[in-house]
Structures are given as structure tokens and as C-alpha cells.
């Protein structure tokens, strides 16, 4: 079984519907991330989280939400969703370990499209 | 001008040659290099990780990391076709949660 799983691997949507993707892993990793992917863009941090009561935004959190509902439990919602919020999505987890950054590992993401 | 500069290519070799990627940087405060490999359809795979500058060999591949150029390299000996992917090059500084990623480099591999 994956380390890092997310749900759903992929939808299809229309603009202003309310949209959520889950994320829960078994690394036992107490931070958890949500990225985007675009063409030609990389990576781009939404949300994270470093541990139950700690939620920070990232680099491009407008028009997104999270709730972190247990270590293990991670989830992304889209409010109203739009056509430019077309991507695929992934969730990471990190341990953490003072002074030391250490390396992100990634779920399998969500491609999600938005008509 | 990004973060992290990354030619996305793409890049095609033949199998048994050497893949060379590589990254550049403007981040003076980046200490933490990182590379990903990614397959169509599924979520980065960290393939190696190192810290500050030097060489680091994992098997078929060598990451090196030159701070005073502000660039990384991958280098991929005997390429394999399962080799084929997207590339991607991560770094961050101490005790900084945010990974800066480049746009990745895709890869194929002709057997």
C-alpha cells in the first residue's frame, strides 16, 4: 500500500461546485503539504501544515481551503471552483527533525478539471 | 526571473548513454538539493538528497552540487528506457519548510 494516498485520483467538475481532495498517509510524518502542478510551472506550494493545530498558507492559497483532521489526515477544498484551477494536485508529508530539513514525499496526486 | 531555473528539454538519449541535468539557482540561502523523478501519471519520487556542496553517488546516479556557481547537477549512467520520466530539481535552506522546484526535464530513453 502507498505511504502517501490521495483520493480521488481524478475528477472532472464544473465551474462554482465545491470540491474537496483527501490526503491521508502512514508515514507517521507530523508535517503534510498540498501542491499544484502546471505545465511549465512546477510545483507551487497551497497549504501547509506542521502539525494538528498549525495550518500555514503557501505561495497561492486564494480560492482554496484545508482541514488537517488528524496527524494521518490532510484535505483540500476548492469553494467555488474555477477553470483555471485545472491541475493536478498533490499532497506531501515530511518528518521533522530540528535542524535538519527534511525531503517531502508525495502521494500519486489528483487530476482534477474544471469545465 | 525564477528561483530555480530548470530546462525542460525535452532531452532524448539512446540506452547505455549518460543523462546530464542540471539546475541553477539565485538563492544564496538554499543548503538542501534535491532530486525528484517523476512518471506520467504518478507523484514525485525523491531519488536523491543532499546537503551543501559535493558529490553524493546512489548506484547509476551522481548528484553534485556546486553553491559557489549556484548549480546542481543529475547524472545518469548506462540509461535505462524505465528510465524515461520527468526530472525534477527541489532545494530549500535550514529549517525552511517551502521547497523551491524547478519546471522538471522529461527524459526518454530509446532502447
Known amino acids: 500500500d502507498a505511504d502517501v494516498t490521495q483520493t480521488p485520483r481524478n475528477r472532472i467538475t464544473k465551474t462554482g461546485k465545491r470540491i474537496m481532495l483527501e490526503c491521508s498517509q502512514t508515514?507517521?510524518?507530523?508535517?503534510m503539504y498540498w501542491y499544484r502542478q502546471d505545465p511549465g510551472l512546477g510545483l507551487r506550494l497551497i497549504y501547509y501544515?506542521?502539525?494538528?493545530?498549525?495550518?500555514n498558507k503557501g505561495e497561492i492559497s486564494d480560492g482554496y481551503s484545508v482541514s488537517r483532521q488528524a496527524q494521518a489526515k490532510f484535505s483540500l477544498s476548492l469553494e467555488s471552483a474555477i477553470p483555471n484551477q485545472t491541475a493536478l494536485y498533490f499532497c506531501?508529508?515530511?518528518?521533522?527533525?530540528?535542524?535538519?530539513?527534511?525531503?517531502?514525499?508525495f502521494g500519486d496526486g489528483t487530476r482534477l478539471s474544471i469545465l | 526571473q525564477k528561483e530555480v531555473e530548470q530546462d525542460p528539454g525535452p532531452l532524448s538519449v539512446p540506452e547505455g548513454a549518460i543523462v546530464s541535468l542540471n539546475c541553477t539557482y539565485s538563492?544564496?540561502?538554499?543548503?538542501?538539493f534535491m532530486w525528484y523523478r517523476q512518471y506520467s501519471r504518478k507523484g514525485p519520487e525523491l531519488l536523491m538528497y543532499?546537503?551543501?556542496?559535493g558529490n553524493k553517488e546512489d548506484g547509476r546516479f551522481t548528484a553534485q552540487v556546486d553553491k559557489s556557481s549556484k548549480y546542481i547537477s543529475l547524472f545518469i549512467r548506462d540509461s535505462q528506457p524505465s528510465d524515461s520520466a520527468t526530472y525534477l530539481c527541489?532545494?530549500?535552506?535550514?529549517?525552511?519548510?517551502?521547497?523551491?522546484f524547478g519546471a522538471g526535464t522529461t527524459v526518454t530513453v530509446r532502447a
Open positions: 506531501a508529508t515530511s518528518d521533522s527533525v530540528q535542524g535538519r530539513n527534511q525531503p517531502q514525499h
Open positions: 508515514k507517521g510524518h507530523d508535517r
Open positions: 501544515s506542521f502539525d494538528v493545530k498549525d495550518i
Open positions: 538563492n544564496s540561502a538554499f543548503q538542501y
Open positions: 543532499t546537503y551543501s556542496s
Open positions: 527541489a532545494m530549500s535552506g535550514t529549517n525552511d519548510y517551502k521547497l523551491s
